[in-house]
């Protein structure tokens, strides 16, 4: 049970979420001496070792609709996506002037190539473009995982003067499974109840988690979850939707809002993934960057970003993300120019369209502004939905 209410907690994340300036992740690092942020772009890097190094992992998901690029629009062409360059506006207006690192995972070309910018604009910061394996045999791909890990440590312990033992690996890994848990069960009940725990209030709540400590963000999930399921709120005749394409840019809140509002319940979605990559618990005993990099090669998350070898089954896991969570129909929702997305987009739709299962597609970006459009678009998806399974 908790003493709180959805919209006080959901009220906290959302200033969370509006605050450009980073204050909460500010304010951990002076409450103690020798204390470390580091960032991290989009999609997924091990968390663990950040926070096993006694540091602050903090998710940088762009400037989104609250910040004005004016600098970052020198730096990259117009013909990509918008995050590179919002966070560029980030760095040089000295809104991350407190990290002590900055990683940038394995995504896409530009993402890539900002960690090359980002290492001439910022000499003295620790900069890092994390690798990801393209071959998912243990002995190859894993072990080449692992030496991104223990580089990565490296850097880290370089930062931080001290060394990271396998133990503080392990206690940071429980901690990491517990939030974990978390999240799966916000996400089930979400599925079930769509009602009860509205995507836009999950998905601020899933945003905190990229700024507050691992453990802080668990305990805001656990609230809202005890509070959601104390309240009472009115069902809608809404079409169960999977949204999907929104792993690395992330959407406006208005456009999450608009799709509900159109008659949508969003039951999954592929938001902030460095939080649910992983889809099993991580073993906590034996190696821990042997499990990590088994964890990542075998149990994470189908996305665009990731080298999937497997043509033959490549694009089952929506089918099933829509069985398995009762969607009547998918949503493809990717931002101008992501390469990654757009050229995914039409064999997924293939395995849909043999599916039969029904789906709609269109573009935006961080800070777009009309959502009249794609809110029309939604709700004539959703009565679509509707009218073909009253028929």
């Not at 690798?131 to 791909?141: N, S």
């Not at 089930?188 to 725990?197: I, L, V």
């Not at 899933?206 to 400590?213: E, K, T």
Request: aromatic residues 10%.
């Amino acid at each position: 049970m908790t003493d709180k209410s959805t919209a006080e907690i959901v009220a906290r994340a959302e200033a969370l979420y509006d605050d450009v300036d980073f204050t909460a992740a500010r304010e951990w690092k002076a409450a103690g001496e020798n204390r470390h942020v580091i960032g991290h772009l989009p999609i997924y890097v091990p968390r663990e070792l950040i926070h096993a190094a006694g540091m602050l992992p903090l998710g940088i998901m762009g400037g989104g609709d609250q910040l004005e690029v004016i600098h970052g629009d020198a730096y990259y062409q117009s013909y990509i996506c918008r995050i590179p360059r919002s966070t560029i506006e980030l760095g040089l207006s000295g809104r991350l002037d407190f990290v002590s690192g900055m990683l940038f995972p394995s995504i896409c070309d530009v993402i890539r190539n900002l960690s090359g910018m980002w290492m001439t604009l910022f000499p003295d910061l620790y900069v890092k473009y994390f690798d990801t394996p393209q071959t998912y045999d243990d002995e190859i791909g894993g072990r080449f995982y692992e030496g991104e890990m223990r580089e990565l440590l490296e850097g880290l312990e370089g930062i931080s003067g001290r060394k990271v033992t396998d133990d503080d690996i392990r206690a940071s890994i429980a901690l990491y499974n517990e939030n974990r848990r978390a999240i799966r069960d916000l996400y089930d009940y979400r599925a079930a109840r769509p009602w009860q725990f509205p995507a836009w209030e999950s998905y601020l709540l899933m945003r905190a988690g990229l700024i507050l400590p691992v453990e802080e963000h668990t305990r805001m999930i656990r609230d809202y979850i005890a509070a959601a399921e104390a309240e009472k709120r009115p069902i809608k005749d809404n079409a169960r939707v999977i949204v999907t394409g929104m792993f690395c840019e992330q959407p406006p809140l208005n456009l999450i809002k608009s799709l509900e509002l159109a008659g949508c319940y969003v039951v999954d979605d592929d938001f902030t993934l460095v939080a649910r990559m992983l889809t099993e618990e991580v073993p906590t005993t034996g190696d821990p960057l042997r499990n990590l990099s088994h964890a990542f090669l075998h149990h994470s998350m189908s996305t665009a970003p990731k080298y999937e070898p497997d043509v033959e089954t490549k694009g089952r896991f929506l089918v099933d993300a829509v069985r398995e969570k009762g969607a009547e129909g998918v949503i493809f929702a990717s931002t101008s120019f992501c390469d990654p997305a757009l050229l995914d987009r039409p064999m997924l739709q293939n395995v849909l369209s043999e599916a039969g299962i029904p789906y709609i597609a269109f573009k935006y970006a961080e800070n777009s502004g009309q959502m009249q459009p794609i809110r029309e678009q939604a709700g004539t998806f959703a009565d679509s939905i509707k009218l073909w399974s009253a028929a």
